[in-house]
């Protein structure tokens, strides 16, 4: 059985990387398309990609893309000798590969989204890639609910915590404690598991 869960972990890592690639291309072919439009200002023309909004979104996007890509790369050659051998992965990695996954779908949802906002009517244009962004949704819920991973995350830190196994900071010894003492509900759980990763 244990094995065969294995399989989840790859999987896992490949939709995490994929819904990277995926926002990865789809702000490659609207800079693209705002770096060919013209933006009338008082002191001439610019592109419409050197909107502040737009030119810092597109700067904020490269950065956390490029970093993800280059964690995922990381967990991804991680993982490769112990797939090679049929061997369980470590606990720590396993739960990388699961964050990594919350992660990357979550942080790929929101730059789309707001490129979204940011584009108007581009946006709804057939052939833009925006007509795809379900795709992401769908990412979401594939090889395990990243909500349901991101309950197992916060519950397997909190059982750490209490048995005094881990220190991660103080953040999450703080968002810890609070979840032991019955406070912070939901939203305690999901921030401690986005801490986690």
Request: charged share 20%; aromatic share 6%.
């Amino acid at each position: 059985m244990d094995l065969l869960a294995q399989r989840l972990h790859t999987g896992r890592a490949v939709i995490a990387t994929s819904a990277l690639v995926f926002a990865q291309t789809l702000f490659a072919r609207t800079k693209a398309y705002t770096d060919a439009q013209s933006c009338w200002s008082p002191t001439g023309a610019h592109p419409l990609s050197a909107l502040p909004q737009l030119a810092a979104l597109y700067a904020e996007a490269d950065a956390t893309l490029t970093t993800r890509l280059a964690q995922m790369a990381t967990i991804e050659r991680e993982m490769v000798p112990h797939l090679r051998h049929n061997a369980i992965l470590p606990k720590p990695l396993a739960d990388a590969v699961a964050a990594g996954k919350v992660l990357c779908i979550e942080q790929s949802i929101a730059l789309c989204h707001r490129l979204q906002q940011e584009v108007g009517s581009y946006a709804l244009m057939a052939g833009t890639g925006f007509e795809h962004l379900g795709y992401l949704q769908c990412c979401k819920f594939a090889e395990g609910d990243s909500r349901v991973l991101m309950q197992k995350l916060a519950r397997d830190r909190v059982k750490a915590h209490v048995k005094g196994g881990v220190d991660g900071g103080a953040d999450e010894t703080k968002l810890c404690a609070a979840l032991v003492a019955g406070e912070g509900g939901w939203e305690g759980v999901y921030r401690l598991a986005e801490v986690v990763g």
